[in-house]
Nanobody
């Protein structure tokens, strides 16, 4: 059984920063790609960023490029999302997810390619 637990969300003013963490257990974490998604009230879940198992491939959504950074520490079974220059439109529940493909060299932007999800952490950016 795979478990993903997000933490680090909270309330921050526009222009501020937060770092989200996602701790994984129950599967060989360091062989799978990981992604971050978010869902705002009344909107569909959207892709934010993804990182391959080795960290060698990273992809960010256009809406967060230059502001958010995804990284991972395989020794700690943890993936991070550093969020800087936050905007009110970044307000959402943020989810981490693990993809289907061991030792993949590409990353994925659709929820269909991820089979394990965390419970989410709320990020609220005030103006």
């Amino acid at each position: 059984q795979v478990q993903l637990v997000e933490s680090g969300g909270g309330l921050v003013q526009a222009g501020g920063s937060l770092r989200l963490s996602c701790a994984a257990s129950g599967r060989t974490f360091n062989t799978y790609g990981m992604g971050w998604f978010r869902q705002a009230p009344g909107k569909e879940r959207e892709f934010v960023a993804a990182i391959s198992w080795s960290g060698g491939t990273i992809y960010n959504a256009d809406s967060v490029k230059g502001r958010f950074t995804i990284s991972r520490d395989n020794a700690k079974n943890t993936v991070y999302l550093q969020m800087n220059s936050l905007k009110p439109e970044d307000t959402a529940v943020y989810y981490c997810a693990a993809d289907h493909y061991p030792y993949g060299v590409v990353v994925f932007t659709t929820a269909y390619d991820y089979d394990y999800w965390g419970q989410g952490t709320q990020v609220t950016v005030s103006s």
